[in-house]
């Protein structure tokens, strides 16, 4: 059995065929949600383009569920994955942005990544030139970053799957462009995220792991590409970790006292749920004890590094209208309620 | 020059990125993600395979766009709109000449940098392909100004280019992913910068073959 | 930060007390759905108990979402989970059958383990002492292992989920003891497994994997307990190993010419869902060319054995009556639709 | 023997399982899910709790039925009904006599691994606890029916759960997880005989404190 090329810890056949194998799968096993289109390499929510506002995202592939998982009613039109974690490129975008086109103009939610906003400002801008209004919202929540000149400013992680289902709910219910992007942005605006990472993940192409982390050892302040994050630090536990992730976006975000919140607990890939669960416990405690209510929240490996061991915070300072529309109905292969 | 000369230079960049794949892979995994040296395997292989595609008449100037188009629509990632914005301008630079000289080839070469840097907004010395980019540009004017031979002033540009990579390592990354490690980007050479000198070592060798 | 004793890979505060931390973090994010009952550990289903017959899961922890993710609306209605990867004790499982008993009886949903068939054993005797109705259903889909005189018999896995999903639909439509119990049996009857590992795990009491397994290697017919399987061989490409898992099911169940199927493609928690689809893929296509007709599915990461990396299939032969008892809805933290 | 006899053998059995816990853990983890460590030593902490909570007037069968409750409700897993039905079975046996023999406490183990027996259904050579239990009991009937003192009996029973348990390590498992393995399962030590020859090692110790 040597079909693959470096041996790895991985499922797969050809490395190379990976994002595209597993498309092609996602859409067999969710026929009823989502169409593969193998030649543009584009998933498409299934049945005619709905007469709404598109919704498009896409971005580096190793995230799963995002993008792909989050296609379907109430959410996403539309993803375009790329490689794994590489922005995919503008001709995706665009046979994204046309296959959901209904007339009514099309939103790009783009996290905050070089190669993300260079990929999507040169497809927005062949759009336009096909003549179809575009707003691209871009997302970054990771206070792990300063925004800075010294950066290429915040990353966007977490928040993007808060603002899919959102502004997707808001599309549904037939906003129109500026409100369905306006409330998209106001997603990001309210929303803070950090990230620890206990282990690397693998990329299929290398086969290797992209940095070792010792047992006993911890990375904080993580992105979603298996990079090394701000630091390297002792192991802590759930309540530290907890305490340290609060911490960081509590402070930056500095929700109002007594504020409703989202706590978005997320695994990066490899952490059992029954480690997920321990420090959604602590994160809800805390909030608790900072007089912030957590009215709404969301606990599962939703935006991931491949197999990376690790979680991230993401904070969501709610108010009537995103309440409501995060409670619309979803239905998507990887978010799915009221329907 | 002709365009023999890009289709030497761009079957020339595929060879060696194809060969340095892994070297460019492990020095973004130190402080990217790991992806640089199969992104721009990816990409300048299907350069090639879209180049041989062409026959002989294609001016250099469209093959050179039609590379930085390839590029875009393969690559992704950040090296993909900036190396094939990069190409598209050298491409509209050449126009439609059938031929071009050092002179041409060093405008060229500046639209290109200019392109990269409007599109990503990059200055000298923040550990990117223009610390590698910008440097060789400035040799090969400097060369030619000298009026030593084409060869030569190439030589000295792909020297250039060797060097301003090697150089990136003490730096601080302050655009695209290295940025997000801050202090910890120190002391690691930038994947880009490191490719950016294959594309001009490149450029020499494609040239001096022609001669 | 020393509060983690042995260091390790995980996201816990004391590992002897990761089980109970878990399963409260678990009842605060769901507190729509389940109660937890600390001093039982036992969850159970919020409000009153259903006026229908109960249905009681539980084993040992590690393998979440199984159990507790799966209490809820038409599925459980009480899980009793034991330390990690050690069945729970006879106590739970006596609080739990008290818990949901509304004086129709309860179904006891028990995986073919030496432990849980013990514990299980006495806890229903003690039940019935107290005058309540048990069945007990024991799930043996684990094709890995032959039932002979050599072996505990084959090994309760992936068709614990299915028969939890499919009986509890059953319970909430309103059938007796008998036919909840006999539906159930049913789907073990009629469903089929094999699984594979590309890694080991990591016991939260031990903090160190339980064997090793060098890249490039794989252990085929393994359970979910993060045991070593039937034999070790050189890592397949996903599409051998598809083909090895439905070689051994499909052989084992002897599906009818042109059955309706569900096959469910699990994850045992560490493989990323790119690799999982991938895997699906290659898994849908082989069953179509052998003229089955995959008609319901299931794939994501449901009963793991805590970060290994690795899949299982279970194949369930479907009928109409199974089918329309799959798509009724369900309500629970980890499975949900038609609510 | 008294009561107190009970109380030694126990918290010695408590101190040899918490020594041996990551030993044992490593015997399960090799053919098992390497809990049987952690397993006993819950079970035994809290049998020694739930005993020193008694007062001394309990006599040593209703020590042996509390221990063997305890078990039940501590430890889960295939040991945990295994080894509470076995203290159960043997505290009945003893009833509610205040002090007991060597004859007494032979009866009691046998209907100890009578219990283990109905409720496991092994058969010598299944590779598990029946294993060190079965020798141990025929050398403590043998020793006493040639008229040994107790210790030299128990001495010997000891030794021969000891040899029984060692005795597995070429076995292949024909009960509980290990059987899973098939012919992987020869090679290594079960777990369960092990901490039965702890068992019965503590039971010895716990005599001799006493004469
Ligand atoms: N804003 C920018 N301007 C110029 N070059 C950049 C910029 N951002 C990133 N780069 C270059 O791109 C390289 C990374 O390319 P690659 O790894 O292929 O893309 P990605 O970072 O999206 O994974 C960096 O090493 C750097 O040289
Ligand atoms: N049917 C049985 N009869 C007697 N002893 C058994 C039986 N099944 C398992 N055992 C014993 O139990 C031991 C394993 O106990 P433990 O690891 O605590 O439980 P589990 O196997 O549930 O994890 C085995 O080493 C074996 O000696
Ligand atoms: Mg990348
Ligand atoms: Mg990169
Ligand atoms: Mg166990
Ligand atoms: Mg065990």
Redesign the pocket.
């Known amino acids: 059995m040597a079909t693959v090329a470096t041996p790895m810890k991985k499922l797969l056949n050809d490395p190379a065929e990976v994002v595209k194998e597993s498309l092609a799968g996602l859409a067999a096993a969710h026929g009823d949600l989502v169409r593969y289109d193998a030649e543009a390499q584009i998933l498409v929510r299934a049945g005619a383009p709905a007469a709404k506002v598109g919704l498009v995202s896409g971005g580096g592939s190793g995230h799963e569920p995002m993008h792909g998982g989050f296609v379907g009613v109430g959410m996403l039109d539309a993803a375009c994955p790329g490689e794994v974690?590489?922005?995919p490129v503008p001709e995706q975008m665009l046979a994204a942005t046309n296959a959901v086109d209904a007339g009514k103009g099309v939103v790009h939610i783009v996290k905050n990544?070089?190669?993300d906003v260079m990929n999507f400002k040169l497809a927005a801008e062949d759009a336009e030139d096909e003549g179809i209004q575009v707003e691209s919202v871009l997302i970054d929540d990771d206070v792990a970053v300063q925004d800075s000149l010294y950066t290429?400013g915040r990353r966007g992680v977490g928040a993007t799957v808060l603002a899919e289902k959102i502004a997707g709910a808001a599309a549904e219910r037939g906003d129109d462009l500026a409100s369905v992007a306006g409330i998209a942005r106001r997603v990001n605006e309210r929303a803070r995220s950090y990230g620890v990472a206990l282990s690397s993940c693998i990329p299929p192409a290398s086969g290797s792991p992209i940095f070792d982390l010792p047992d006993g050892e911890m990375e904080v302040g993580i992105g979603i590409?298996g990079e090394p994050g701000r630091e390297r630090r002792p192991l802590g536990s759930a309540g530290e970790i907890a305490e340290l992730m609060i911490e960081a976006v509590v402070s930056d975000l500095a929700p109002a006292d007594g504020a409703a919140v989202l706590p978005f607990v997320n695994g990066m890939g490899g952490t059992p749920q029954l480690e997920l669960y321990v420090l959604y416990g602590e994160i809800e405690r805390r909030l608790r004890e900072r007089g912030l209510r957590s009215e709404r929240r969301l606990v599962g490996s939703y935006i991931t590094s491949l197999e990376m061991a690790g979680a991230s915070l993401t904070l969501l300072e709610l108010d009537d209208e995103l309440t409501a529309l995060w409670d619309a109905p979803v239905h998507t292969p990887a978010l799915r309620w009221g329907a | 020059m002709h365009t023999t000369t890009i289709h030497a230079w761009m079957t020339t960049i595929a060879e060696s990125v194809k060969d340095r794949r892994d070297y460019l892979t492990q020095l973004?995994a130190a402080i990217?993600?790991g992806?640089?040296g199969v992104?721009?395997d990816r990409g300048f292989d299907a350069v090639a395979k879209a180049l041989a595609a062409q026959n002989g008449a294609v001016p250099p100037g469209k093959l050179l766009t039609l590379a930085g188009k390839t590029l875009v629509s393969t690559?992704?990632?950040?090296?993909?709109p900036?190396w094939g914005t990069a190409f598209r301008r050298a491409g509209r630079s050449l126009g439609n000449a059938e031929e071009f000289d050092g002179r041409d080839l060093l405008a060229a070469l500046r639209a290109a940098l200019e392109g990269?840097?409007e599109?990503?907004?990059?200055q000298p010395g923040?550990?990117?392909?223009?610390d590698a980019l910008g440097p060789a540009i400035d040799a090969l004017a400097d060369s030619l100004d000298a009026g030593e031979p084409l060869e030569r002033a190439l030589a000295a540009a792909s020297a250039a280019a060797e060097d301003g990579a090697r150089a990136t390592v003490p730096l601080q990354a302050r655009?695209?992913?290295?940025s997000y490690l801050g202090e910890r980007s120190i002391g690691h050479q930038?994947?880009?910068?490191t490719s950016?000198a294959l594309v001009m070592a490149a450029l020499q060798r494609a040239v001096e073959q022609e001669s």
């Open positions: 974690f590489t922005s990544y070089t190669g290429a590409h | 973004d990217g993600d992806d640089h992104n721009m690559v992704g990632g950040a090296s993909g900036l990269v840097v599109l990503g907004a990059a923040d550990k990117t392909m223009v655009k695209g992913r290295a930038d994947p880009g910068a950016a």
